[in-house]
């Protein structure tokens, strides 16, 4: 079963862009409408109850025999952490049999492969996922990492969030987790599009950030979308199956005023 999960994120696309153009075969679910993510407690950007998975999944066409691939628009970092959240999703629920395709639909056109328009129905499957905590950190387990000093945390947010000079609306305060390293998510794909780098590029990089291809690991955000991105880089690419992701992210952490915050760079508050 081929997913398109194009949407608004990352200029990807909507509804109307599937149907003017997408893979033949490809059921569409829009990747910021369709309840991949949920609010929680004021915190966006969570993963839903197992159950409300299941019914989407399923929604699609899907069981636990179907090997899926997704695929977002390839337009840049921002889009392809689309894929690579929808990617995760799939394995945290305990279903292996999933792919992403590699530079979206973008490269997919550029390959001049066939194309449909109009919509592809599914019929109705049944899902049934079980949440796998190994690839899941909680704000504990996170606070744990951070004092123990002995799990890699990964931040890749731009680097002005990083450093705290830029403050993103869903984060109540500005920086990062004390001890993080910065792996900026447009390091991770070509010039920052929708095809990854190669292992040799990236492991150059992962390097230069500090940031080990092995060992405990957890890569975070500010909502856990571009986690999923420097988490699949680790976990599939340089197989690294000891990387998890914080869900939460910034957004959870600056929530709670008992965990601190690092502020790289401290600016005034005169503008």
Request: charged letters at 20%.
């Amino acid at each position: 079963m081929v997913v398109d999960v194009r949407s608004h994120v990352g200029g990807g696309g909507n509804q109307f862009t599937y149907l003017s153009g997408h893979v033949p075969c490809a059921v569409y679910s829009d990747y910021a409408k369709a309840g991949w993510r949920v609010k929680e407690k004021g915190i966006p950007g969570m993963l839903p109850p197992v159950g409300q998975l299941d019914k989407l999944i399923g929604g699609l066409g899907i069981d636990n025999h179907t090997h899926v691939v997704i695929y977002s628009a390839g337009t840049n970092a921002l889009d392809m952490g689309s894929a690579t959240r929808v990617f995760w999703t799939f394995k945290v629920l305990g279903d292996n049999n999933v792919s992403i395709m590699d530079g979206g639909y973008k490269a997919y056109v550029e390959g001049k492969y066939p194309v449909k328009r109009g919509t592809q129905k599914a019929k109705t499957a049944q899902f049934n996922g079980h949440l796998d905590h190994a690839l899941l950190a909680s704000e504990a387990e996170v606070e744990q990492a951070m004092k123990s000093g002995k799990v890699q945390l990964v931040d890749n947010r731009p680097m002005s969030q990083y450093l705290g000079v830029t403050r993103p609306p869903m984060d109540k305060r500005a920086g990062t987790i004390p001890g993080a390293a910065n792996l900026p998510q447009g390091w991770l794909t070509v010039n920052d599009g929708g095809e990854f780098r190669s292992i040799a590029q990236l492991k150059a990089l992962y390097k230069e950030a500090g940031v080990g291809t092995s060992g405990e690991q957890i890569n975070f955000c500010n909502t856990g979308h571009w986690a999923s991105l420097g988490w699949f880089v680790s976990y599939e690419l340089l197989h690294n199956k000891q990387a998890k992701v914080y869900d939460g992210s910034m957004a959870q952490w600056t929530s709670n005023p008992a965990l601190p915050v690092e502020t790289k760079i401290k600016l005034s508050q005169a503008h």
